[in-house]
């Protein structure tokens, strides 16, 4: 550790934080990270990537439980769930490796501890009490992350209560669970677990799961999950926990009535709170926003010098635009004339659940409560031969666009890849897109993608297949 100063040092080695090294490094400045757990943060270790994982296990049973379907003979399909668990451990080990190997290749320092701002262009770190050293730079970025969000009387005891942590290393596999909150990450576990057998109740405080989505989209989802056995309850809180010693009774309200609901487990996904603790913020300029740090377009904070990208600023709380912030960060660090700033309705979110969810850009309510004039288009997986060919008819493809300039304002599915599918869509608002555009591009058959051409043509009255 002879190197005391650098030109970046990056706070965090998250999606964003990696990224914006890597990024720094290319640009010829100087730099280190400072890491005091797991190279790849919470995304990479025990959040999207492991996640994926497991889901693909769920999605590989459920595709046997259904062979006959295809033509195929099956039997005996059950699940080994240290194996499921080793294998998703697996796949988030060999992505620490790669991120570490990426570090190396592009001679970023990583410095191995807890770091915090010091005084201007200084960051201390410590491990395990202990200091480090002090190490100066011209640019500090924090990109510390999130952590899962406790409700008072729900906290993670890490048997009964779960966060996504315990939630993806089991010790045994609950055969009922509640699932408190319906976001993506919430939707995410009841899907997994539903599929492997265990009986699932969802309870959402908003009237819809999903809340972030289009209505017409939440809905088709609801009644999905449903038919595969999910119970969902919305407009309800949970409270009064009462623990045995291997179940819990959970009263949940909804609709004036108070039921009791007694569960093997518990899991709790109702958002992240920011670590912003112990960083040194104080006596700094630095401003926070319900506990997440505030910075400008280019990612910088109030206290010059110092930048913050990814979950521990402003949402969407989502590994790309992580990643995206800390290439923006550094190239405009870098002095790079043809930066563009962020622009969050051009991000996409995706839901790996069974079907799968994924959308960009407004919804149709959003786009109208804005004033615009709207066209919208839809077309179902029903009428696409390549769902049909898959055994997976059941989706749709929305799409939203002004009335009066052609512009793509948003796009919404819910089905098979569609998380794969939403980056066309994306790519169509990056590059501002008009429905003239999409509805000259040649669309391959028969893929699934002829279904966003599709919705397109709708929008103007011109589907053909539906």
Not at 163 to 189: C, H, N, Q, R, W
Request: aromatic share 6%; charged share 25%; glycine share 12%.
């Amino acid at each position: 550790m002879a190197d005391m100063n650098y030109d970046v040092i990056v706070i965090g080695t998250g999606p964003g934080g990696y990224v914006a090294a890597i990024r720094a490094a290319q640009l010829g400045l100087r730099t280190a990270v400072v890491e005091r757990e797991h190279l790849g943060g919470i995304c990479l270790n025990w959040g999207c990537i492991p996640t994926k994982a497991l889901l693909r296990s769920a999605e590989v049973m459920h595709l046997a439980k259904h062979a006959a379907d295809y033509g195929l003979s099956v039997s005996g399909v059950n699940f080994d769930l240290p194996k499921v668990v080793e294998r998703s451990r697996k796949v988030a080990a060999q992505l620490n490796g790669g991120v570490k190997h990426l570090l190396k290749k592009n001679k970023v320092t990583v410095i191995d501890g807890e770091g915090k701002l010091a005084g201007k262009g200084q960051v201390a770190v410590t491990k395990g009490g202990a200091a480090v050293g002090t190490f100066g730079a011209k640019h500090i970025i924090i990109a510390t992350g999130a952590r899962a969000r406790t409700l008072p009387g729900l906290e993670d005891d890490g048997k009964l209560v779960w966060t996504y942590k315990k939630a993806m290393t089991p010790d045994s596999f609950p055969k009922s669970l509640l699932v408190i909150g319906s976001g993506a990450i919430g939707i995410e576990f009841a899907s997994f677990y539903n599929a492997l057998g265990s009986k699932v109740t969802v309870v959402e405080v908003m009237d819809r799961i999903l809340p972030v989505e289009d209505e017409e989209i939440s809905t088709m989802a609801k009644k999905a999950f449903e038919k595969q056995g999910m119970r969902i309850i919305t407009g309800a809180k949970a409270g009064n926990l009462r623990k045995t010693a291997d179940s819990v009774t959970v009263a949940v309200e909804a609709g004036g009535k108070v039921e009791d609901i007694t569960v093997d487990r518990v899991i709790v996904a109702v958002g992240i709170s920011p670590n912003t603790e112990n960083l040194g913020l104080e006596g700094t300029k630095v401003k926070l926003d319900r506990g997440h740090i505030v910075t400008d377009e280019w990612c910088r904070t109030d206290e010059p010098g110092v930048y913050a990208i990814g979950d521990v600023t402003q949402p969407p709380w989502l590994a790309h635009k992580a990643s995206h912030e800390g290439v923006i960060c550094v190239e405009k660090i870098a002095g790079k004339n043809d930066v563009h700033p962020l622009d969050i309705r051009k991000i996409p979110g995706c839901t790996y659940s069974h079907p799968q969810i994924a959308s960009v850009g407004l919804t149709e309510k959003k786009a109208k409560e804005k004033g615009y004039e709207v066209k919208v288009g839809r077309f179902p997986f029903i009428g696409n031969g390549k769902a049909i060919a898959l055994g997976e008819p059941e989706g749709m493809v929305k799409t939203v666009f002004d009335a009066k300039t052609g512009e793509l304002l948003g796009a919404h599915m819910i089905g098979a890849e569609v998380t794969e599918l939403i980056q066309g869509y994306t790519v169509a608002k990056t590059m501002e897109t008009t429905e003239a555009e999409l509805m000259h591009t040649v669309f391959p058959h028969p893929t699934l993608s002829e279904m966003m051409h599709e919705s397109v043509l709708d929008a103007y009255g011109r589907a053909i297949h539906f």
